[in-house]
């Protein structure tokens, strides 16, 4: 019972095309009753009300042989009729009634006739009694004194209405099913296309992600199609890159393992305590490049999985920040930090995604820069810039160098290539641009972050150092 529950409760496009399409014909055929009823009604109001007249007029060609003044009671045999009208007459009456009034006495009455004491006035009526509802002709002809009343029960022609109402509306009741059942028929051979696409849908799996054949799709589904084709070409992009990025790190992670392997085993033969510590020291190297290449892999997963919120953030204290996290590695090369820019600017960001942008650029120019160099921040409403004294990087390279395990030839400081990589990414997430450039004296490589601002104005602090 519980699924059959859950079923009707899940969207049904079947279900819906077959209410969409049997409410109408419902409320159709109530309107056709409804105007038939109606119509019915009317003409046969009309014909009996016509057939009234008739036999008032009929009643007053068979009164004008009662030409006796003084007579005031019923009289119980109408002259000048045959054996058939009489008989014709008994089964009128059965639906029917008259009376016949000359010089306001009555001469002439159906045994079931009104019994009120005079007559009605001229036109319709309908009365009310014990007999039920009846509608009544009164026929007046004053030059002969002669009032003519001619009544029929309702329940004659109700039952002719009756007879015709449903000999209208349960044909179409009855085939009411019948329709439902061609329609859903209908809808079911519809919806054959929508099935078929479905199941080449179905058929899609992480090793086939060939592209939907639009040609064949009905042209309901081409927008839907052409949207899947889209989803499949960008989740086939992606397992693609995530098979590069596993092969690169994979890669990648191989020499600086290797080399842990092999320092500690030169560890492990040293002779002397200063070959030991030598030893020592590059595997303490190599475990650093390591751990440095995990966290990087690490921070590029997160990247690539996570939402993020952004906030108001004061850019002179994140910044700050930033420098505090690479100081001591800093200060072991000498290098100094000159922070320019108004302490209130502000941008809005998410504070981790622009503290990852910041680590990865400081480090990049700590390790690049020669020793003993400064490297120049300069902040602007909704932009910053970072200067720093190194080697540079060739217009040719500076697209190649935001890609993946991507390093300049002959680059001999440490590094797995992947800085500007989650730069890059982060950047993107932030909905900011990242755009290398040579600074004004020529020497080195700025990096510019264009933010949205929120506020600020320019002035200058120099010398910043971490506490």
Not at 403 to 410: E, H
């Amino acid at each position: 019972m519980s699924s059959l529950i859950n079923r009707l409760r899940r969207p049904s496009i079947t279900r819906r095309l077959l209410i969409g399409a049997g409410l109408p014909l419902i409320g159709l055929l109530i309107a056709i009753g409804t105007v038939g009823y109606n119509s019915a009604r009317f003409e046969i109001d009309e014909v009996y009300d016509a057939q009234l007249v008739t036999a008032a007029n009929f009643l007053r060609y068979y009164s004008t042989d009662m030409r006796t003044p003084q007579h005031t009671g019923i009289e119980p045999d109408v002259p000048n009729l045959t054996p058939s009208s009489r008989l014709g007459l008994a089964e009128y009456t059965r639906w029917r009634r008259f009376r016949v009034w000359r010089g306001g006495h009555l001469i002439l009455a159906s045994e079931n006739g009104l019994t009120t004491d005079a007559p009605l006035p001229p036109g319709y009526h309908n009365i009310r009694d014990a007999g039920g509802t009846w509608r009544f002709f009164t026929l007046s002809v004053p030059e002969a004194q002669v009032v003519i009343e001619a009544g029929e029960n309702i329940k004659a022609r109700q039952e002719l209405i009756n007879s015709i109402f449903w000999g209208l509306i349960l044909p179409m009741t009855l085939a009411l099913p019948l329709i439902a059942l061609v329609i859903w028929r209908g809808i079911v051979w519809g919806l054959k296309d929508l099935r078929g696409f479905a199941a080449s849908v179905r058929e899609r799996s992480a090793e086939n992600l060939t592209p939907i054949d639009t040609q064949a799709a009905p042209s309901e589904l081409q927008t839907l199609a052409t949207s899947i084709n889209g989803l499949l070409q960008t989740i086939a992009s992606s397992l693609e890159q995530e098979r590069l990025f596993t092969d690169n790190a994979a890669h990648e992670l191989r020499t600086p393992l290797a080399a842990v392997k092999t320092q500690t085993e030169v560890v492990a033969g040293a002779r002397t305590a200063r070959e030991r510590a030598a030893a020592l020291a590059e595997l303490q190297k190599g475990v650093d490049r390591a751990a440095r290449l995990m966290d990087q892999l690490l921070t590029l997963a997160r990247l690539r999985h996570t939402a993020w919120l952004a906030s108001e953030l004061n850019m002179r204290a994140s910044v700050e920040q930033a420098v505090r996290d690479v100081y001591l590695e800093a200060e072991t090369r000498g290098t100094g930090f000159n922070i320019y820019g108004d302490a209130s600017l502000a941008i809005r960001a998410n504070p981790v995604l622009f503290g990852i942008i910041m680590r990865n650029l400081l480090d990049n120019a700590i390790k690049y820069a020669p020793e003993g160099s400064d490297i120049d921040i300069h902040l602007r409403p909704g932009a910053l810039e970072l200067r720093d004294r190194g080697p540079g990087i060739p217009e040719a390279e500076r697209d190649k160098v935001f890609l993946r395990f991507y390093r300049l030839k002959g680059t001999r400081a440490p590094g797995s290539g992947l800085g500007l990589a989650i730069v890059r990414i982060a950047a993107g997430q932030l909905g900011c641009d990242v755009e290398l450039f040579t600074p004004p004296d020529g020497s080195g490589l700025g990096v510019r972050l264009e933010f949205r601002a929120l506020s600020g104005s320019m002035s200058v602090t120099q010398g910043f150092v971490p506490p």
